[in-house]
């Protein structure tokens, strides 16, 4: 959970935009986007292995140079 304390002589402006940065940070806003629609385990399974290849094709490539 995040929590923000609002600091004297701090704006409720400033108050929000550490909230903001706070939860960016924390990967929150992340997760809520990913647990917004339900997603099938064997998706997952493919996504992750996908993401895999992708990133070792690109390091091979770099690698080659």
């Known amino acids: ?9 701090e704006t409720i402006q400033e ?8 939860v960016m940070r924390s990967g929150l806003k992340k997760e809520i986007r990913r647990r ?3 997603e099938k385990p064997s998706d997952v399974k ?5 993401r ?3 990133r070792n094709t690109k ?3 770099l690698n080659v140079r």
């Open 1 to 9: 959970m995040v929590k923000v304390t609002v600091k004297e002589k």
């Open 15 to 22: 108050a929000v935009r550490r909230f903001g940065k706070l």
């Open 36 to 38: 917004k629609y339900y």
């Open 46 to 50: 493919r996504r992750i292995r996908l």
């Open 52 to 54: 895999a290849i992708r």
């Open 59 to 61: 390091e091979r490539l």
